[in-house]
């Protein structure tokens, strides 16, 4: 009995089997928009791939911190971000929804083709034959 408690005794949840809840989602995905905004993704999921360790003494110091952020941020949003980063897959989550929201946003920005059938530079090309 005893060695099957201490089987399991230093067991910790895979990374694989994280899933957010749906306020989680919701609040990350905020947070996702936000970084895609000012086109900051790069950086962080830089940031978020070096500090993978360090996420849960990250959501400890939000929760540290609460008072001070609740005059920036909701404290239901900041507790509820705080949780999201006390599971072990949270970072993988956020690097590849990251990942997915840009691949979506710059898909939904690309230029639609030119419809007038000329090249947009042929301006250039006839001014610089005439000399001007």
């Not at 790069?42 to 110091?61: D, F, V």
Request: net charge negative; charged share 20%; aromatic share 8%.
């Amino acid at each position: 009995m005893i060695k099957q408690w201490l089987a399991h005794a230093f067991a910790v949840e895979r990374a694989e089997d994280f899933s957010p809840s749906e306020e989680q989602q919701q609040i990350a995905d905020r947070i996702c928009q936000e970084i895609i905004r000012r086109d900051m993704v790069t950086l962080a999921i830089l940031s978020l791939e070096t500090c993978r360790p360090l996420n849960y003494i990250g959501s400890q110091a939000i929760h540290f911190f609460s008072p001070f952020l609740s005059i920036l941020v909701d404290r239901t949003a900041q507790k509820t971000f705080a949780e999201f980063l006390e599971q072990r897959g949270s970072i993988d989550w956020m690097c590849q929804r990251l990942e997915t929201l840009s691949a979506s946003h710059t898909n939904d920005q690309s230029v639609p083709p030119n419809k007038g059938g000329t090249p947009v530079n042929s301006n250039l090309e006839t001014n610089s034959e005439d000399g001007s």
